[in-house]
């Protein structure tokens, strides 16, 4: 375990943004993440997982810990369900793969979504009409204060939408260091209701998929439409699919009646926020080095030497734009930092 000083974050963030920390290490065991916190490092904390949900607009006067744990463990097997944890360094497509390749189902729907496992919670990540609370049994976290090792469950981490407990109440108090999924055998529940899904199972002639064909048609889906962050710095879908009432909802639809959507509940509408910036002008367009990604307009991108500041100041105008012609306020997935 090395501290280094000065260090470069540009290599740790999806964005390529070359902000650097005040001090820097790479945690590989939870002994190392204990006497680290032991020692109360007199800058602030900054927990650093896989860098894929983030958005660095300054140099990190902080202690930066690099959560780099290790491993995956199968807990509990029955002829119908497994248990399998994964800490939390694990890359989360690899650990998808990993299950897959095992015949273990329910996260093939989440496959290429970048970043580690253990930050998949604090997001509740999902795609595809599958979020990680679907599989989620409980996660093993490090309080920072006092060095206990506690459990949280389904029920205690309070997910939402992009939402969990540690995005709120929890925020800054704890560090995730394993995950348990909670998995399928055999009989699978897949969810392939989503059209572009179906579109690529109907293209490859399969009308029974496995786990497998969906992760494939997932994969080649993203691929179509999201860049890889080693060749073009993004973080993903930028911006929250906004949830608006049935009032704001009603009026919305009269005056864009083509607009895309999908109904959560009566009383609640999902739109999604890649049509608004389309419809704000923003597809496709670059300023400098910062711009809106060609094929999806929910990816924000670095074309080269974009700072924070500059993405963070277009995803501002993008905010503005789609307030001004739609009326709705779409609010960063992303944290800014």
């Known amino acids: 375990m090395q501290i280094e000083e000065n260090k470069s974050l540009k290599t740790y963030n999806t964005f390529g943004i070359d902000c650097h ?3 820097f290490v790479s945690i590989e065991t939870i002994d190392e993440l204990k006497k680290v916190l032991s020692e109360k490092p007199s800058a602030a904390l900054f927990i650093l997982g896989g860098g894929s949900n983030m958005l660095l607009t300054k140099d990190l006067n902080a202690f930066v810990l690099h959560i780099n744990l290790k491993g995956i463990e199968i807990l509990k097997e029955t ?5 399998v944890k994964a800490m939390a360094g694990e890359n989360w497509h690899e650990f998808v793969q990993y299950c897959i390749e095992k015949d273990f189902g329910g996260l093939e729907n989440l496959s290429l979504i970048p970043g580690n496992v253990g930050t998949a919670p604090i997001q509740n990540i999902g795609a595809y009409g599958v979020e990680l609370r679907d599989t989620f049994e409980s996660c093993s976290v490090l309080e920072i204060e006092t060095l206990k090792e506690t459990v949280f469950t389904k029920e205690e981490c309070s997910f939402g939408y ?3 407990i540690f995005k709120n109440e ?3 108090k704890f560090i995730i260091t394993s995950v348990i999924f909670r998995l399928t055998k055999g009989n699978h529940k897949t969810s392939v209701s989503y ?7 109907t293209d490859r002639n399969i009308n029974k998929p496995t786990i497998k064909a969906i992760s494939e048609a997932v994969i080649a889906i993203r691929q179509s439409k999201l860049p890889d962050p080693k060749v073009l710095g993004n973080s993903g879908s930028f911006f929250k699919n906004p949830i608006v009432t049935s009032e704001i909802f009603k009026e919305f639809k009269q005056k864009f009646p083509e607009a895309p959507f999908y109904e959560v509940s009566p009383t609640e509408f999902k739109i999604p926020a890649g049509w608004l910036i389309e419809n704000a002008g923003f597809k496709g367009k670059r300023f400098g080095d910062a711009g809106v990604h060609k094929n999806q307009a929910l990816v924000l991108v670095n074309y080269a030497n974009a700072t924070g500041k500059e993405i963070w100041q277009l995803a501002m105008d993008i905010q503005k734009k789609v307030k001004q012609t739609t009326g709705i306020f779409i609010e960063p997935e992303v944290n800014i930092f």
């Open 195 to 201: 059209g572009d899904i179906q579109k690529n199972l």
């Open 21 to 23: 920390a005040r001090y």
């Open 162 to 164: 992009r939402n969990s």
């Open 79 to 83: 002829d119908t369900e497994v248990l």
């Open 170 to 172: 929890a925020k800054g």
